[in-house]
């Protein structure tokens, strides 16, 4: 049982109370606590200052200058922007890979697409073919930037696939 009921144990009438090599442990103890506990806070409160929008990818994107995109004929996946730009004859259109149930990313089968999550398919044009996805992929309107490079805009959506397509040669 403690002489003083004070967490020091000392007698609060003595002008020069010692401090025990217990109190003396405790209150370090206190002290390692109330910092640790200080710095989970600022952890925490610079997730605020720096919120995960930071860290999305812009909404506009290039995927490169015309003669390198058209150099790859066929369907090629992105995996930064997740989506599937595609080349045919001077053109080129961008699709997006995330599934629209729940935003899995979706594989290119011989079909067209399925989402290895819940099992959506789509067909070659995106169309929702089976499984809980309740809309289409998108495509995404390309132009040609002032830089010279071509640019995604996923604001802009279409999901009529031939206008989708953008003739780099116009
Ligand atoms: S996220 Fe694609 S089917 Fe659920």
Known sequence: MPKYRNSLNVDPDDKDPAISRRSFLALMGVG?????ATGVFNAS?????????MKIPPSVFSIGRPDEVLSREG???????????ETQAGKVRVQTAVCTHLGCTVNMVSTGYACP??????????????GPAPLPLVYFLVSLGASGELLVDKNKTTLDWNAAWF???T
């Open 32 to 36: 390692a606590c109330l910092i640790g």
């Open 45 to 53: 409160f610079l997730g605020f200052l720096y919120p995960n929008a």
């Open 75 to 85: 369907k090629v996946f992105s995996p930064l922007q997740k989506v599937y730009i």
């Open 117 to 130: 999550c819940h099992g959506s398919t789509y067909d070659q044009h995106g169309r929702n073919t089976g």
């Open 167 to 169: 003739s780099v040669m």
